[in-house]
């Protein structure tokens, strides 16, 4: 069964730093989200990509944050000068075109990023 | 602004039914899904509603009232491993971007011997 997969599976990183979290979606999959879980909390969106570009984002993805499909694969997400409230969960999901109704977005493993 | 309340708690026996709560108040409805997470793992589909009434799928089944701004997850014949947090989920937009979705605090589900 295709799955979403996603590397490194935890990055610890030291504040002010960059880090890139790689995911590779569902290879016939046209959306792409990511989204973050801070530790015993809910899960929240950051932004969706569809077409090259940014579709939606949320208040929480500000100019710290960016995205990018370098490639037919890969979808990155782009912390730049990283803090410690940055330290999360970060999930990748992707899901199918549809005309509308019922679809469903599929999650990779997640990386667990740990800002020191 | 957005939210979506459900229990943050319920605890069950094995072959019980259990039912978890949803109401939501949106700027946008376009369906209400529902996510399983075991602790340390993904959030995995379980069911989406995007019209008024029940889904059934296996032991699990998904009902919405969309007049009530309200849904549910039921779970029958429970079995420990379906002890895991429960996330109820609404798709807010409709179109190009697919909609992101907005996730209630979830429910955790412990399910006892």
């Known amino acids: 069964e295709p799955e979403v997969t996603q590397t490194p599976s935890h990055q610890v990183t030291q504040m002010g730093q960059e880090v890139i979290l790689r995911c590779v979606p569902i290879s016939n999959h046209l959306y792409f989200y990511w989204y973050r879980q801070i530790l015993g909390q809910k899960v929240e969106f950051l932004v969706s990509?569809?077409?090259?570009?940014?579709?939606?984002k949320s208040e929480i993805f500000d100019d710290q944050f960016s995205v990018e499909r370098p490639d037919g694969s890969n979808f990155t997400l782009k912390i730049r000068s990283t803090k410690l409230e940055d330290s999360a969960m970060y999930f990748c999901?992707?899901?199918?075109?549809?005309?509308?109704?019922?679809?469903?977005?599929?999650f990779g493993p997640g990386t667990r990023l740990t800002v020191t | 602004g957005q939210s979506l309340e459900q229990p943050s708690e319920v605890t069950a026996v094995e072959g019980a039914i259990v039912q978890i709560n949803c109401t939501y108040q949106t700027s946008g409805f376009y369906g209400l899904s529902w996510y399983q997470q075991h602790d340390g793992g993904a959030p995995t589909f379980l069911s989406y509603?995007?019209?008024?009434g029940l889904e059934e799928t296996g032991r699990f089944s998904s009902f919405l009232s969309r007049s009530d701004s309200y849904g549910y997850l039921l779970l029958q014949e429970l079995q420990m491993k379906d002890s895991a947090s429960y996330f109820c989920a609404v798709r807010d937009r409709y179109g190009g971007s697919q909609g992101n979705l907005i996730f209630g605090k979830g429910t955790k589900l412990s399910v006892k011997p």
């Open positions: 990509f569809y077409n090259n570009e940014i579709s939606e």
């Open positions: 509603n995007g019209l008024d």
């Open positions: 999901a992707s899901s199918e075109v549809t005309s509308g109704g019922s679809y469903e977005q599929y």
